[in-house]
Every structure is written in C-alpha cells, then in structure tokens.
C-alpha cells in the first residue's frame, strides 16, 4: 500500500472527519451529490457528502456506504464507514468485509472494533484467522481494544489470548493486552499460565511479574509448581 494511502488513513483515524462548512441535508439530497458531478454544492462536496450519510448512524446508510465499496468512490465510502457504530449495521458490515479491497477491509475492521459487540468480535476474529493480508489482520487486532477494555473476561480478550499463536502478529497483541489496563487485563492475561504454548505462558509470566500483587504471584507459584517446559 502506497505510504500517502496509509498516511491519509492514520490522519482519519487520529483527528476523525468533520466538515466544517457541513449543513443539515436530507437523505436523499447526500446521496444526490453523491451520485452527482464532481463539483461543489455551496461548498460541499462528494466526500463531504459521504460523510454526512454516515451521520444518520442506521442501516440504511450503512447500506448506502457500502454500496459504493469496490467503485470510485470506495475508499471514501469505507472512511466514512468508521462513523457508524450502530449495532444493526454489523451483519452488513461483516458479509461485506470477504468482497472488498485490503484498505476497505481494514476500514471496516475499524468501524466493527468502534462498534463492538459479540457479532463484531466474532467478524474481527474471521480477520484474524482468515484474511491473507497482514496489515487488514493488524487492523483487526488493535479494532478489538475498544471491546476488551469494556468486557475484559469476554470473547474480545479471549480472541486476543488466542491470536498468540499466530507468531507474525504476536507484537501487536502484547501492545493491545498491555493497553486493556492492568485489572482487566489480569483476569484474561492469568489465562495465558494455562496455554499449552511457551510463548504465551511467558508473556502472561512476564506481565504478572511486573504487576506485584497477591492474586499474581499466587498465580506464578501455581505456574512453578506445574510447568515443565525448561524454556
């Protein structure tokens, strides 16, 4: 991917998207300028457009955006896509993540992480086992912070603790477990004591340690005592 695209998607990512000249508009006026020549509307563009469609926050405009998925007009589409984090829209956005581009599908792992939810964990965790682009599995991992740190014991975490195998993306789990925060982080991380891999065992081994409470070290005494793997 070209080092303007990812720039361009780290800009979006950090300050967000919100046209200052940006005035109420109907649904179907968005979808007309849209659609419509490439010119400005008194002031506001294609783009702009876009984005406001993806303020009515609901399926009908998660359906319009991904519409345009895979055309001219995908990329920015799959932006404005990051401003929706309606729970109805999460099956339309998981069945359009296989059919996309690595930058569309990176997009929309982040509007699923923004999101959350048990259906949008699940669709991250597809990501992760499954996509043949690295970057789009990265995306994917850091899309399930948001929920780890609201649900620390549930399958966001689980998926993180269980995406330790895959040695290429190992890095970036470790950095979103440390982020999670130290409590919620203990109840899943102690979970990594019981991993049948090393790797795993020594992180959550290493985490623990640093953590100097009663609840670890008990925890690292149980380890001791059992684990035989001289590594």
Request: charged share 30%; net charge neutral; proline share 4%.
């Amino acid at each position: 991917m070209q080092l303007r695209s990812v720039l361009v998607f780290a800009f979006v990512l950090l300050i967000g998207y919100s046209p200052a000249h940006a005035k109420p508009r109907s649904f179907a006026d968005l979808v007309a300028i849209a659609d419509g020549p490439d010119r400005k509307y008194d002031g506001f563009d294609k783009f702009d457009a876009l984005m406001a469609i993806a303020k009515f926050n609901d399926l009908r405009a998660t359906q319009e955006l991904l519409s345009r998925l895979g055309g001219p007009q995908g990329h920015a589409a799959a932006i404005a896509l990051t401003d929706i984090d309606s729970k109805v829209a999460v099956p339309a956005l998981a069945a359009a993540l296989p059919k996309v581009d690595d930058w569309e599908r990176a997009l929309l792992c982040v509007s699923l992480g923004n999101i959350g939810g048990d259906a949008a964990v699940a669709a991250l965790a597809d990501r992760i086992d499954n996509d043949d682009d690295k970057w789009v599995r990265r995306r994917a991992v850091y899309a399930l912070l948001k929920d780890a740190q609201q649900r620390p014991a549930g399958p966001a975490a689980d998926t993180l603790m269980h995406s330790l195998r895959y040695e290429e993306l190992e890095e970036e789990i470790i950095r979103v477990l440390w982020r999670v925060g130290d409590r919620r982080a203990a109840i899943y991380v102690r979970k990594g004591l019981e991993s049948p891999q090393a790797k795993v065992r020594i992180f959550a081994c290493d985490w623990l340690r640093s953590r100097k409470d009663t609840a670890s070290s008990e925890a690292l005494l149980r380890l001791a005592k059992m684990d035989k793997d001289e590594k």
